[in-house]
């Protein structure tokens, strides 16, 4: 997975480096892939805009099964 996806600290990282105003957490806890445990991610995102002093509200993190259109006309 390392070449295709990173981890929370990466995923801020990048949101910063691309000045992103929005940023959405995607594919976390669909598949165990990896020894942590499938509900960490949003945990680990949370801790890791803290230390940055990024608002919780710049990363949308879905819960499992939630949809959302973007760039459609109301």
Known sequence: MRPMHVNPPEAVRIHQDVRS??????????FALTAEPLAEPPWYLRRALKQAKIPE????????GETRA?????
């Open 57 to 64: 509200e710049k990363f949308v993190v879905f819960a499992f």
């Open 21 to 30: 105003a929005q940023s959405i957490s995607m594919h976390w806890g669909t």
């Open 70 to 74: 973007y760039g459609q006309e109301p």
